[in-house]
């Protein structure tokens, strides 16, 4: 069988004849591969045309007298298209849609110059039904393939979260085993690089003594973020103080608050208890208090925390706004959340901090905002739901 050009327009359908058509489209079909293109089967043995996304089937049976009946699948039977049979075959007088057997929401648009005789109805009742059948072929064929990426799509999840389950494990030992040793480092250089300032010791030994301390920092701060980003919480969340949350950040935040001269206000509202996990919502507002205070110049500044209640939203917010060197020069905000987006690539960052805030507030069904402050500094808006 000749292959016959697909058409872009009505007027470039062609119209096949023959008596054994309803059989020839049916062995077709029949040798139609399970994931055979519907468009591309029907193609050899009807003309098909797109208008559209919509697919329509042109289908021609010689009637008994010899003149054509022309069979039209159109996608909507509210929609029989009679101006298009019409244009393709002027002459034809007689109109009649028919729905498609177990297809719902599909009919053939049935164009003749006679009403249908009993042959002529079998005839098109026949196409009907290897239209029907290859329409449900090619669907079926579909969902197949759709149920075929879903399942390896979350056979790649599996696998995935199995990685992360293994690294967050070997993080945390891994944390484990270098936190305590790390600590002393910083902790000690601290306290030789204050001493050797007051006994006026070497600037230039100060100084090495200062990248000590920072190097270890960095590491310290990595193997945090290692561990917020690969750890499966398995904790339950439970009712909790945001409040209680945000102070004990700033009891871990000493040492930063500290080294950048920062003063905390606090301006705090009446909270009602949140449903949430401690361990994260901590790491939360250790992360923005840490960005905070980097952002600040060495005379320091203040960092303000606000807290508010919501009653109508039944939300909790908290505002950390800082006197630092501002948000860099971004078109978009939300860039700052990307994952490894950072302006401090030479002070350490990772560029994980933001992202890892907004992984956990987004887990807690809540969502945080950057913005900037006038006339200087950046502000955090954390916003987390209390009905959960
Ligand atoms: N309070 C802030 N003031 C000014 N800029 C900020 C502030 N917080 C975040 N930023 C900007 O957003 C970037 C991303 O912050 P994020 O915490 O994700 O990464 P980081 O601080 O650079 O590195 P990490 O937190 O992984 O050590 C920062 O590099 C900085 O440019
Ligand atoms: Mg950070």
Redesign the pocket.
């Known amino acids: 069988m000749s292959q016959i050009p697909k058409g872009e327009r009505l007027e470039e359908t062609v119209v096949l004849g023959g008596s054994d058509l309803p059989e020839r489209l049916l062995v077709q079909l029949a040798s139609l591969p399970p994931e055979g293109d519907v468009e591309d089967a029907l193609w050899a043995i009807v003309s098909t045309f797109a208008e559209g996304s919509e697919l329509y089937i042109g289908v021609c049976i010689p009637t008994a007298t010899g003149e054509q009946l022309v069979i039209r699948h159109a996608p909507r039977p509210s929609q029989p298209r009679v101006t298009d049979a019409a244009r393709l075959f002027p002459e034809a007088r007689y109109e009649e849609v028919m729905n498609i057997p177990f297809d719902v929401g599909s009919s053939l648009h049935i164009a003749s110059d006679d009403p249908l005789d009993a042959t002529v109805r079998r005839s098109a009742d026949q196409v009907a039904l290897a239209v029907a059948s290859t329409l449900r072929r090619s669907r079926f064929a579909d969902q197949l393939k759709r149920e075929a990426q879903e399942v390896q799509q979350l056979r790649d999840q599996a696998v995935q979260s199995d990685k992360l389950a293994g690294l967050g494990r070997m993080a945390a030992s891994i944390v484990h085993e270098l936190n305590n040793p790390l600590t002393s480092i910083v902790a000690y250089a601290d306290y030789l690089r204050r001493r050797w300032e007051q006994q006026g010791v070497d600037i230039a030994d100060r100084e090495r003594l200062g990248r000590i301390s920072e190097a270890a920092g960095r590491v310290l701060?990595f193997t945090r973020?290692l561990v917020a980003y690969s750890r499966p919480s398995s904790a339950d969340p439970s009712a909790l103080s945001v409040h209680d949350v945000i102070e004990r950040s700033l009891v871990f935040s000493e040492h930063v608050i500290a080294a950048n001269n920062v003063t905390i206000v606090r301006q705090y509202g009446e909270l009602p208890p949140i449903r949430g996990l401690h361990g994260p919502l901590t790491q939360v507002f250790v992360?923005?208090i840490?960005?905070?205070c980097?952002?600040m110049d060495p005379k320091g500044g203040k960092l303000t925390i606000e807290t508010s209640y919501d009653a109508n939203r039944k939300v909790v917010s908290v505002k950390?706004s800082?006197e630092?060197?501002?948000?860099?020069a971004v078109d978009d905000l939300d860039r700052?959340?990307d994952a490894y987006?950072?302006?401090?690539?030479d002070?350490?960052?990772?560029?994980?901090?933001?992202?890892?805030?907004q992984t956990i507030v987004a887990s807690h069904g809540g969502a945080v905002q950057?913005a900037r402050n006038e006339p200087r500094?950046?502000s955090?808006v954390i916003e987390l739901p209390t009905g959960r």
């Open positions: 701060n973020d992360n923005l840490t960005n905070a980097q952002a950390m800082d630092g060197r501002g948000l860099p700052l959340f987006f950072t302006t401090r690539g002070g350490g960052g990772n560029g994980l901090g933001l992202n890892i805030v950057a500094g950046a955090f």
